[in-house]
């Protein structure tokens, strides 16, 4: 089992940038593929980024290519999504999950492919 809690959300100003944290305790952290996902209001849940493992991969959604970045510290169990120019169509409910499989593919972007999540954290941008 892994238990999951994420933080960090919070309310900016479009422009404005955002550091995501997530603490895993449980498993074995560093045989675990990361990711968050969000979700808006009426909206399904959407990948947003993950990371693999080791921490050499890494995979954006095309709406925040560029402007969020993934990074994992498998001494701490923590994985980050610090999240620069921050856009309103970035707000929603940001997700952290773990997937006990390393295979990425096209299932890596369903949430249910993930094994375990956080409680969610929210990001409110105003414009």
């Given amino acids: 089992q892994v238990q999951l809690v994420d933080f960090g959300g919070g309310s900016v100003q479009a422009g404005g940038s955002l550091n995501l944290h997530c603490v895993a305790s449980g498993d074995t ?8 996902f969000r979700q808006a209001p009426g909206k399904e849940r959407e990948f947003v980024a993950r990371i693999g493992a080791s921490g050499d991969f890494k995979y954006y959604a095309d709406p925040v290519k560029g402007r969020f970045a993934i990074s994992r510290d498998n001494a701490r169990n923590t994985v980050e999504l610090l999240m620069n120019d921050l856009k309103s169509e970035d707000t929603a409910v940001y997700y ?5 499989r390393s295979i990425f593919n096209t299932g890596s972007f369903d949430p249910s492919r993930y094994d375990y999540w ?5 990001v409110t941008v105003s414009s």
């Fill in 29 to 36: 952290f560093d045989m675990l593929a990361m990711a968050w």
């Fill in 96 to 100: 952290c999950a773990a997937d006990r």
């Fill in 118 to 122: 956080g409680r969610g954290t929210q």
